[in-house]
């Protein structure tokens, strides 16, 4: 499902139009990145549960020569799904 097809299933869904349907989603798509960004974390309850990790610089290696190199440091995303929503996947 890409961005459009989920606008269509929250109008359907919701009986709003396709257009605040996308309004509402880029909304919700703004305020969770500017929270991300900020450093915090959305927490969705039953849903899911995203934050930001730091990861610290380390050393891997090079996968076509095999030499050591550093990997730098990083800020990554964490999710974390929530029961209702590994008991709806399980369950279906």
């Not at 097809?5 to 969770?32: R, Y």
């Amino acid at each position: 499902m890409n961005k459009t097809d989920l606008i269509s299933e929250i109008a359907e869904k919701s009986g709003l139009s396709k257009e605040d349907s996308e309004k509402a989603f880029n909304a919700f798509e703004s305020a969770v990145t500017a929270e991300l960004a900020s450093g915090g974390k959305v927490q969705l309850m039953g849903f899911v549960t995203i934050e930001v990790v730091e990861r610290a610089e380390r050393e891997g290696r090079n996968p076509q020569s095999g030499e050591p190199m550093k990997i730098a440091a990083a800020k990554a995303l964490r999710f974390k799904s929530g029961k209702s929503l590994k008991d709806s996947v399980n369950n279906h």
